[in-house]
């Protein structure tokens, strides 16, 4: 063991390491809620009635979090990310890019199509970004919101994710 008086014991959380900001959203009932790998959560459709996946794919929204530099915009964000997914997702498809409020949030969103895990279907991916609460502090909170649905899916499900979004509260 290294000797003590040449070190200082660091707590997380502590003052100069905060935590990730509390928050609280809305989840389908009929979802399931779990922890996933890289990410805060993962939440999803569960099983039809007879145990197979809706519609031979589980839906399902992923929770992310990371700390950028205060200078960071939603601007500057949505093209860093665009530029990024270009170079690492093949036949990727720009269908939309929107900003917009839920409340006091706002909101980053984009959708793409790409392929799925076979190459065969097409899946749709709609990323939200948006920054935590603003404190005095060395960086911001970024959360992304990912939405995973097969391609074609309808518009409902659309619907069903930004409702969602705009249960996103801080505490």
């Known amino acids: 063991m290294p000797e003590a008086s040449n070190f200082l014991r660091l707590r997380y959380p502590s003052v100069a390491c905060r935590p990730i900001p509390t928050f609280n959203l809305l989840v389908p009932s009929h979802w399931v809620v779990t922890e996933f790998p890289n990410a805060l959560f993962v939440m999803g459709s569960s099983n039809g009635e007879d145990g197979s996946p809706l519609d031979e794919f589980w839906s399902n929204v992923v929770v992310h979090h ?9 601007e500057e964000l949505g093209r860093s990310t665009w530029a990024q997914m270009q170079a690492d997702v093949p036949g990727v498809v720009l269908k939309e890019e929107v900003t917009v409020e839920f409340g006091d949030l706002q909101h980053f969103i984009r959708e793409v199509e790409i392929n799925g895990a076979t190459g065969q279907e097409r899946v749709t991916r709609i990323d939200s970004f948006m920054f935590g609460p603003v404190r005095d502090h060395p960086t911001l909170d970024l959360f992304r919101i ?16 930004r409702e969602i979004l705009s249960s996103l509260q801080f505490d």
């Open 66 to 74: 990371e700390r950028v530099l205060p200078s960071m915009t939603l």
């Open 146 to 161: 990912t939405w995973l649905h097969p391609a074609g899916a309808g518009d409902e499900r659309k619907v069903l994710y």
